[in-house]
């Protein structure tokens, strides 16, 4: 026998290497096949429950790298509930109507009007089925637990179902309504947007001053004065019909040139810059409501423009005069209104100008612009133009350019339960808090909701039209659309006639021949995801309405959780959700949003290869993801490090327990050394600050408060002198047992604290702690004890480690000077002052062993020559006397002061005869 063989070297089969991208899929592989997220449901049978609701992503492509912070912080979430005291089912869900999916078909060459329209869908579902599975392939690789091969999907018949009764429930209340009103139009999608689908970006555009001369100055102004608008939209100007004032704002004419102008006075300095007027004379001061109902004559046609009130126009730019076109403005449109002016579109689906614009008929919007200010100029109107860069909305989708259109839709009316709405957000909790006031402001300044959609792919408003054109809406109508949708899919709407469709024998007044027709447009996608609370929560057995929680990006403010709260307070009178959390986007190192173009993306793909999945995971826990996240390939690189020392952490602990028993060898808490209590004490904080954290779905805090207890509690001081006690002392010296009790009781709660952030690592650790559960994920969490001597301990360890800070500093001088070079070949003397000296009287321990240094004198008096000065003690480093023992590593004087060992320390030596007396008579192999 050698002597490493008397040394307590524990092994085992947990590996330094994790091998993570070659070892994950089997695992989950395993999980699968063993039905581990329905053995976890069976156990949480009658808990109180906890419902995450999914917001579907959309089924297109793979997915990136937002999908993996969304899909990872839900399933921390719901694992971490699961394994606390929760029935906490997760139902995935994918959205599967709208256009990306026209487009892509479109791509492939699919040609949507050479075939009928059922054919078609069908085509859409089919395409949409296979990115759900490439999907679900994906979030699955990481790990992500739930109810896979039970997702919702919007496509599913009994969904779409669902949608059309709350869609009846809003009209049975008299919210949902038919009118001709200006709504976001995409030209290059061909159909109305909702807000949610509207993103921002700059553009250039033309910047015009437009001169309309009075017709009817209604005795105020002279017939050779002229209204001056300002506008960015040129090709607007054939559908104005108005001019806007403010009726509280102070309006001037004056006199330039010759000629009269009539602009807001605060805004005649802008103005007379802008125009190169010198001096202008003002002739009158009046309010805007004195212009009420003047006219002037349209610059281009043979038509008066009628000057109207409107609280809408403001002084930030322009003249305080607003060129007002209801057919191309929410504010003109509403504005307009009280005065019955016409409301006319001048472009049509495409943003071609039609017969409503002479002159301009068939020209794509954009190019009007020019044509529209030649002809401006050309009649002496146009008084100045420029150019600006401003933001614009923009199509999400397609990244054109919209515009406002009046088109004959269909609206969900906002006005007619907006106070309910509000009502609701207060009853919900908001994290972060500002999100509250976001979602407030919206729901507070927001129009009515289009949700006519003229496309193809989505679900079909169950809309019929009497012989007269008068809609049909009745709750007898729309329920059996609803029934023949569950039974059929919604493609039976374009399988059928409207005849067909209608309930047996049904007749209406409107239509005493019986020809009846369908609404031919489907329903917002917003509308179909919104309504998954009906959908889903209230209609799955293992779900519950509302949610106790949505987790989305902000964005979802204007969309998901957005319209969800719309349809769910129509429908139900109530919010469908009990708390919002919502995370910011992920960007790229330097702040922009990732893109193929831009060649910046980082997919979960490439991570997975190369780290693998636990590290995108562990990269989710330490992230704010309250706000934007950058991610770069550094950051899972520094990642991956941290993980390491976590393993490797857990891996010492692992071996140096490989032959504790804790039915035989655990030690009680009040036989335990203080250090050792003071580590049990210190776990246990830890274990209800990770638990308080993962309450408020704080992972950043959990992770630092696991990693900060393992990397500088365990790792940096109780582990490094561990070594001493459990490689050194004898199996079963009490000391060994105390330090391995500490070890697997922290083994045991920190695999169990990890295991919704790395569930793979965990599980790989839990077959070697002997539990009775087969899976980590199918324990509970710890419950964290409170200790009497909690306090005393905490306050008497705190003290000793900032002493240990300073021996540290003070052997680094030592070994700089080249005293020593190990911290075991060193001698420490301390003078310390009185409250050091008792504190180091009252340590229960060997305070040499704690320090890992061969010999400690707590000295009186003055210090010697070359002692470094401290706050509380002074420190001499010297090298310590004697030879370095074979065993502990230890320069010791009584090396061989045991005649039968003679490379061993007393103390070594001691140990060695009792635990193997046979080499007392044989001694050791050479």
Same mark, same amino acid.
């Given at each position: 026998?050698k ?9 085992t089969?947990?590996p ?5 991208p ?21 156990l ?6 906890f419902?995450?609701?999914d917001?579907?992503p ?6 990136h790298?937002g ?20 029935r906490?089912?997760?139902v ?5 109507h709208? #256009? ?17 329209m059922a ?8 395409y949409a ?8 392939t ?7 637990s739930?109810?896979?091969?039970h997702?919702?999907?919007t ?6 179902a669902?949608?059309?009764r ?9 919210y949902? $309504? ?7 139009w995409?030209?290059s999608s061909?159909?109305t947007l909702?807000?949610?689908?509207i993103?921002y970006?700059d553009?250039k555009?033309?910047?015009i ?7 009817d100055?209604k005795?105020?102004?002279?017939a050779?004065?002229?209204? *001056? ?14 001019i806007?004032?403010?009726p509280?704002?102070? $309006?001037?004419q ?8 009539v ?14 007027w010198?001096n ?6 009046f309010?805007g409501a ?7 004559q349209?610059?281009?046609?043979d ?17 305080g ?6 057919g191309h403005?929410e504010d003109?449109?509403?504005a307009?209104l ?8 001048v472009?049509?689906?495409?943003g071609v100008m039609?017969?409503e ?8 919007y954009?190019?009007?612009n ?6 401006l100029?050309?009649?002496?109107? #146009?008084l100045?133009?420029d150019?600006?860069?401003?933001s $614009?909305?923009?199509?999400?989708r397609?990244?054109k350019?919209v ?10 009316s906002i ?6 709405i509000?009502d609701?957000?207060?009853?919900v909790?908001?994290?972060?808090s500002?999100?509250?006031t976001?979602?407030y402001n919206m729901?507070?300044?927001r129009?009515?909701w ?6 193809a ?6 809309i019929?039209?009497a ?5 049909i809406l009745?709750?007898e109508?729309?329920e059996?659309?609803?029934q ?6 919604s493609n ?8 067909d469709l209608l ?19 489907i329903?917002?996608v917003w ?12 209609q ?6 509302p ?5 989305e ?6 969309g998901?959780?957005?319209s ?10 109530e919010?469908p959700?009990?708390? *919002?959390?919502?995370?910011g986007?992920?960007?790229d ?7 193929k173009?831009?060649?910046?993306t980082?997919v979960?793909?490439?991570i997975?290869?190369?780290?693998g999945?636990e ?9 704010d993801?309250?706000?934007d996240?950058?991610?770069? #390939? ?5 990642t991956?490090e941290?993980y ?5 952490t ?5 071996a140096?327990t490989s ?11 009040r036989d335990?050394?203080?250090v050792d209590?003071?580590l ?5 904080q ?6 308080a954290?993962y309450?408020t ?15 500088n509690d365990?790792s ?6 561990a070594?001493?006690v459990?490689?050194i002392? =004898? ?5 060994r047992?105390?330090?391995q ?12 604290l990890l295991?919704?952030?790395?569930p793979?690592t ?6 070697? #702690?002997?539990q ?11 419950e964290?004890?409170?200790f009497d001597?909690a306090?005393?301990?905490?306050d ?6 900032d ?6 500093k003070a ?12 911290s075991?070949e060193?001698s420490?003397?301390?003078y310390?002052?009185?409250p050091?000296?008792d504190?180091l009287?009252a340590?229960?321990a ?5 320090l890992?240094?061969s ?6 008096g ?8 401290f706050d509380d ?7 310590a006397? =004697?030879e370095?023992c074979?065993?502990c ?9 045991d ?18 007396p046979?080499?007392?008579e044989t001694g050791?192999?050479?």
């Amino acid at each position: 026998m050698k002597v490493k063989d008397t040394l307590n070297l524990g092994k085992t089969p947990f590996p330094m290497r994790a091998g993570l991208p070659n070892k994950e899929a089997g695992w989950q592989a395993a999980w699968e096949e063993n039905h581990l997220y329905e053995q976890r449901q069976q156990l949480n049978e009658g808990k109180p429950t906890f419902i995450l609701h999914d917001g579907p992503p959309f089924a297109n492509g793979n997915i990136h790298m937002g999908h993996a912070l969304n899909k990872i912080s839900k399933d921390i979430i719901v694992r971490y509930k699961a394994m606390s005291g929760f029935r906490a089912p997760f139902v995935p869900g994918w959205d599967t109507h709208g #256009l990306p999916i026209e487009q892509q078909l479109a791509k492939q060459g699919v040609k949507r009007k050479e075939m009928s329209m059922a054919e078609y869908r069908e085509l859409c579902r089919q395409y949409a089925m296979k990115e759900i599975e490439k999907q679900r392939t994906d979030f699955k690789r990481l790990g992500v637990s739930g109810d896979w091969d039970h997702p919702y999907i919007t496509l599913q018949p009994e969904f779409e179902a669902a949608e059309i009764r709350v869609f009846g429930d809003m009209a049975k209340k008299g919210y949902i $309504y038919h009118g001709l009103k200006p709504v976001y139009w995409s030209p290059s999608s061909e159909s109305t947007l909702a807000e949610a689908e509207i993103e921002y970006q700059d553009i250039k555009s033309p910047s015009i001053f437009v001169a309309f001369k009075v017709v009817d100055g209604k005795g105020l102004l002279d017939a050779d004065t002229s209204l *001056i608008i300002w506008t960015t939209t040129p090709w607007t100007i054939p559908a104005n019909y108005a001019i806007a004032v403010n009726p509280r704002f102070d $309006y001037v004419q004056v006199a330039v040139d010759g000629k009269k102008y009539v602009v807001a006075q605060e805004m005649l300095p802008s103005v007379a810059e802008t125009l190169g007027w010198d001096n202008p004379e003002i002739l009158k001061t009046f309010k805007g409501a004195e212009m009420e109902n003047m006219t002037a004559q349209h610059p281009l046609y043979d038509r008066t423009s009628l000057v109207i009130l409107g609280d809408h126009v403001t002084l930030d730019a322009g003249t305080g005069l607003v060129h007002t076109a209801p057919g191309h403005g929410e504010d003109d449109y509403k504005a307009a209104l009280p005065y019955k002016l016409p409301v006319v579109s001048v472009v049509d689906e495409k943003g071609v100008m039609n017969e409503e614009a002479p002159g301009f008929t068939g020209v794509f919007y954009d190019k009007a612009n020019p044509m529209v200010t030649d002809a401006l100029k050309a009649k002496g109107a #146009l008084l100045k133009l420029d150019f600006f860069t401003h933001s $614009y909305p923009h199509d999400w989708r397609t990244k054109k350019p919209v515009i406002f259109r009046a088109t004959t839709q269909w609206f969900a009316s906002i006005d007619a339960f907006r106070e309910q709405i509000l009502d609701q957000i207060d009853q919900v909790n908001f994290s972060p808090s500002w999100g509250k006031t976001r979602l407030y402001n919206m729901i507070r300044d927001r129009g009515d909701w289009v949700i006519s959609r003229q496309r193809a792919w989505g679900v079909p408003l169950p809309i019929f039209y009497a012989e007269n054109g008068d809609p049909i809406l009745e709750p007898e109508t729309i329920e059996h659309v609803a029934q023949l949708f569950g039974e059929f899919g919604s493609n039976v709407w374009f399988e059928r006639d409207a005849k067909d469709l209608l309930p047996e024998g049904y007749t209406n007044p409107g239509s005493p021949n019986g020809e009846f027709t369908k609404e031919t447009d489907i329903m917002d996608v917003w509308f179909d995801s919104g309504s998954s609370h009906q959908a889903v929560l209230a209609q799955r057995p293992d779900l519950r309405f509302p949610a106790d929680l949505y987790l989305e990006g902000s964005d979802q403010y204007r969309g998901w959780f957005n319209s969800s709260l719309i349809t769910s307070v129509a429908a139900t009178g109530e919010a469908p959700y009990k708390q *919002i959390l919502s995370q910011g986007f992920t960007l790229d190192d330097k702040g922009r949003k990732m893109s193929k173009s831009l060649g910046n993306t980082i997919v979960p793909d490439t991570i997975e290869k190369q780290y693998g999945a636990e590290i995108i995971r562990l990269w989710v826990s330490t992230v704010d993801a309250s706000s934007d996240v950058r991610v770069s #390939l550094d950051n899972f690189a520094q990642t991956s490090e941290a993980y390491r020392k976590i393993r490797n952490t857990l891996r010492f602990m692992l071996a140096n327990t490989s032959d504790f028993d804790p039915a035989t060898d655990a030690v009680a808490y009040r036989d335990l050394g203080s250090v050792d209590r003071y580590l049990e004490v210190r776990l246990n904080q830890v274990i209800a600050q990770s638990r308080a954290a993962y309450d408020t779905f704080d992972f950043a805090t959990v992770e630092k408060t696991i990693s900060h207890f393992l990397i500088n509690d365990m790792s940096a001081f109780y582990l490094d002198f561990a070594k001493d006690v459990v490689y050194i002392e =004898g199996q079963n010296d009490i000391k060994r047992r105390r330090m391995q009790t500490v070890m697997f009781d922290t083994l045991v709660a920190l695999t169990k604290l990890l295991t919704p952030i790395l569930p793979h690592t965990t599980e790989e650790i839990w077959p070697l #702690l002997g539990q009775p559960e087969t899976y980590a994920f199918l324990s509970e969490m710890p419950e964290a004890t409170e200790f009497d001597d909690a306090d005393a301990l905490v306050d008497m360890w705190s003290a000793f480690l900032d002493f240990r800070q300073e021996v540290q500093k003070a052997l680094e001088v030592a070994r700089d000077e080249k005293i020593i070079g190990k911290s075991l070949e060193a001698s420490v003397t301390v003078y310390p002052n009185e409250p050091l000296r008792d504190l180091l009287a009252a340590i229960d321990a060997n305070v040499m062993q704690l320090l890992i240094v061969s010999k400690l004198t707590v000295a009186e008096g003055p210090a010697a020559d070359g002692a470094q000065v401290f706050d509380d003690a002074q420190i001499l480093v010297e090298h310590a006397e =004697g030879e370095v023992c074979a065993r502990c590593r230890m320069t010791r004087t009584d090396v061989g002061s045991d005649p039968h060992f003679k490379t061993l320390c007393g103390r070594c030596a001691a140990i060695v005869s009792a635990n193997f007396p046979e080499l007392v008579e044989t001694g050791f192999e050479a």
